[in-house]
Structures are given as structure tokens and as C-alpha cells.
């Protein structure tokens, strides 16, 4: 299992940036497929963007590509997200997630919410208008 620690949340303008980071801590030696959901109220949770920790692939959302970049410091066990242009509707509480795979299962089935078994705690993005 593997802990996992959201922070950089808050509250923003729109078009303002925010940088998300995710700490991760006890059994970080296998290879993971890393990925941030967020869930809006009322709406499902869905993927934003994921990381291959093995290094190598990432994979965006539609709605977030051009906007958002996903990025891993390996040596600090870390996982971030940059969020430049942020729109409302980017507004929910964004989610680290992990779960062990190959480098094909993660570039295929990242933004599938059910197979991850290592969920942070959340920390809320508000963007407005």
C-alpha cells in the first residue's frame, strides 16, 4: 500500500494557476500508474491527467490538455499537477491516486476510476469567474 498526501489547493481567479503536489510514502518500489481525478458536486469523479512512474508516458483529458501538466519528482517520491489558464469548470476536489501496473495498462486504462486502490484525501480547487 502506498500513503498518499494531496496539498496546494485554494481558491483562484479564472485564468489563474495553481500547482498541486502529492506526497507519497510507504511501498513506492513498484512501478505505478499515478494519476489526479477531481469530482465537482454532483458529478462523477473522472481523470485528469496520469503518469507512468517507471517514467515515459503521461495522458491528459480533453478538456485540460494545452492547460495542464503532470510531472513526478522520483527522489521525493512526488507526484504534481500544474494548472495554468484554470476555467470554473475546473473547480471540484482534485484526488492523487496509485495503483501498480504495467506501462500499457496505464497509457490504456488511466482515467478508469475503479482499479485504483490508493487514494489520497483530496484538496479543493475553486476557480471564479
Known amino acids: 500500500q502506498v500513503h498518499l498526501v494531496e496539498s496546494g489547493g485554494g481558491s483562484v481567479q479564472a485564468g489563474g494557476s495553481l500547482r498541486l503536489s502529492c506526497a507519497a510514502s510507504?511501498?513506492?518500489?513498484?512501478?505505478?500508474?499515478m494519476a489526479w481525478f477531481r469530482q465537482a458536486p454532483g458529478k462523477e469523479r473522472e481523470g485528469v491527467a496520469s503518469?507512468?512512474?517507471?517514467?515515459?508516458?503521461?495522458a491528459y483529458a480533453d478538456s485540460v490538455k494545452g492547460r495542464f501538466t503532470i510531472s513526478q519528482d522520483v527522489a521525493k517520491n512526488t507526484l504534481y499537477l500544474q494548472m495554468n489558464s484554470l476555467k470554473p469548470e475546473d473547480t471540484g476536489m482534485y484526488y492523487c491516486?496509485?495503483?501498480?501496473?504495467?506501462?500499457?495498462?496505464?497509457?490504456?486504462?488511466?482515467?478508469?476510476?475503479?482499479?485504483?486502490?490508493?487514494w489520497g484525501q483530496g484538496t479543493q480547487v475553486t476557480v471564479s469567474s
Open positions: 510507504g511501498y513506492v518500489h513498484n512501478l505505478y500508474c
Open positions: 491516486a496509485a495503483t501498480v501496473s504495467t506501462r500499457d495498462w496505464c497509457r490504456v486504462n488511466w482515467g478508469r476510476v475503479v482499479p485504483y486502490n490508493n
Open positions: 503518469i507512468y512512474s517507471g517514467g515515459g508516458i503521461t
